[in-house]
């Protein structure tokens, strides 16, 4: 199974939606690598505004992924009330589905705490 399929199983619209918060993290992350490669120290303005928003955003991303799941299996739970019963193994593939986005979130999350605590690290040594 590839990437893209199990993008578009997680639902369109959240992964997307933790895409675009994970890629404004990317790009806090690339504005204080190019300002920490270009000047001595990084600015007290900067430190207070881009790390705190790296992690916030990471954080963001798997919030929105538990919201998703819980959105996925609160539909999936309508659908089951509807239908009356329903298989061991259609539930399994469907917890399985509505897992794929707070895996993703999560993913978001360890890649921007990392590059958080990576770039707090670097701050603090040029400041030392």
């Given at each position: 199974?590839?990437?893209?399929?199990?993008?578009?199983?997680?639902?369109?619209?959240?992964?997307?939606?933790?895409?675009?918060?994970?890629?404004?993290?990317?790009?806090?992350?690339?504005?204080?690598?190019?300002?920490?490669?270009?000047?001595?120290?990084?600015?007290?303005?900067?430190?207070?505004?881009?790390?705190?928003?790296?992690?916030?955003?990471?954080?963001?991303?798997?919030?929105?992924?538990?919201?998703?799941?819980?959105?996925?299996?609160?539909?999936?739970?309508?659908?089951?009330?509807?239908?009356?019963?329903?298989?061991?193994?259609?539930?399994?593939?469907?917890?399985?589905?509505?897992?794929?986005?707070?895996?993703?979130?999560?993913v978001c999350l360890i890649l921007s705490g990392t590059g958080w605590?990576?770039?707090?690290?670097?701050?603090?040594?040029?400041?030392?």
């Amino acid at each position: 199974m590839s990437l893209l399929e199990l993008f578009y199983m997680g639902g369109i619209e959240f992964m997307s939606l933790i895409t675009l918060v994970e890629l404004i993290s990317f790009i806090c992350i690339g504005v204080v690598i190019f300002t920490l490669s270009t000047r001595k120290s990084l600015s007290g303005r900067l430190t207070k505004v881009y790390l705190p928003a790296i992690l916030f955003t990471g954080s963001l991303a798997f919030i929105l992924g538990i919201l998703g799941q819980i959105i996925g299996l609160y539909g999936a739970m309508i659908a089951i009330e509807q239908i009356g019963s329903v298989s061991q193994a259609m539930l399994a593939g469907g917890l399985k589905v509505s897992s794929i986005t707070t895996l993703y979130g999560f993913v978001c999350l360890i890649l921007s705490g990392t590059g958080w605590f990576l770039l707090r690290t670097w701050t603090i040594n040029r400041q030392a």
